[in-house]
T-cell receptor, first 114, second 115 residues
Framework: EPEVTQTPSHQVTQMGQEVILRCVPISNHLYFYWYRQILGQKVEFLVSFYNNEISEKSEIFDDQFSVERPDGSNFTLKIRSTKLEDSAMYFC????????????FGPGTRLTVL | AQSVAQPEDQVNVAEGNPLTVKCTYSVSGNPYLFWYVQYPNRGLQFLLKYITGDNLVKGSYGFEAEFNKSQTSFHLKKPSALVSDSALYFCAVRDPDAAGNMLTFGGGTRLMVKP
């Protein structure tokens, strides 16, 4: 069964450094998403991406964040200058279409900012 | 704006007993509703969804959920709990009239099934 994969599983970085989190969505899916979950809190939507552009973003997704689909398989989340409060689990998800299809989540990348 | 409430942080049930994990939602239109489960150090696994049609939906691992429009609820149920069902359960809602397909999650309910 196809799965969403994410690398790395754990990333440790210093405050102010740039990080890139990588995801490989399910191959025939057209919509891609990033969510995050700060330890002990709820899962929060960051951004959705379709047809090589952002279709929706939350207020969390400020200028420090960017997303890209650099090739036919990868989907990346970049944080330009990490802050302590960016420490969280970041989940990538994908779905086939926008309407009724399920979003399937990857295993997550745990980002620790020191 | 859409929102989800899971009023119980934790639900304890004995193995073999029925379980219910509660979820209520708020959305402007007709909702799309989802349940996901998260095991330790794992991602979110899809259990079931309600889009339209029969109010009782059946999903993976024997779970089911009932959509109740008048009570704006979508409670997750299972007739006979297993110890292996112990995990964190998230309810999520999507407003089909909103752009971008954003899911809004509840705070999660930890299910503990004791032998």
């Amino acid at each position: 069964e196809p799965e969403v994969t994410q690398t790395p599983s754990h990333q440790v970085t210093q405050m102010g450094q740039e990080v890139i989190l990588r995801c490989v969505p399910i191959s025939n899916h057209l919509y891609f998403y990033w969510y995050r979950q700060i330890l002990g809190q709820k899962v929060e939507f960051l951004v959705s991406f379709y047809n090589n552009e952002i279709s929706e973003k939350s207020e969390i997704f400020d200028d420090q964040f960017s997303v890209e689909r650099p090739d036919g398989s990868n989907f990346t989340l970049k944080i330009r200058s990490t802050k302590l409060e960016d420490s969280a689990m970041y989940f990538c998800a994908s779905s086939r279409r926008q309407t009724t299809d399920t979003q399937y989540f990857g295993p997550g990348t745990r980002l620790t900012v020191l | 704006a859409q929102s989800v409430a899971q009023p119980e942080d934790q639900v304890n049930v004995a193995e073999g007993n029925p379980l219910t994990v509660k979820c209520t939602y708020s959305v402007s239109g007709n909702p799309y509703l989802f349940w996901y489960v998260q095991y330790p150090n794992r991602g979110l696994q899809f259990l079931l969804k309600y889009i339209t049609g029969d109010n009782l939906v059946k999903g993976s691992y024997g779970f089911e959920a009932e959509f109740n429009k008048s009570q704006t609820s979508f409670h997750l149920k299972k007739p006979s709990a297993l110890v292996s069902d112990s995990a964190l359960y998230f309810c999520a809602v999507r407003d089909p009239d909103a752009a971008g397909n954003m899911l809004t999650f509840g705070g999660g309910t930890r299910l503990m099934v004791k032998p």
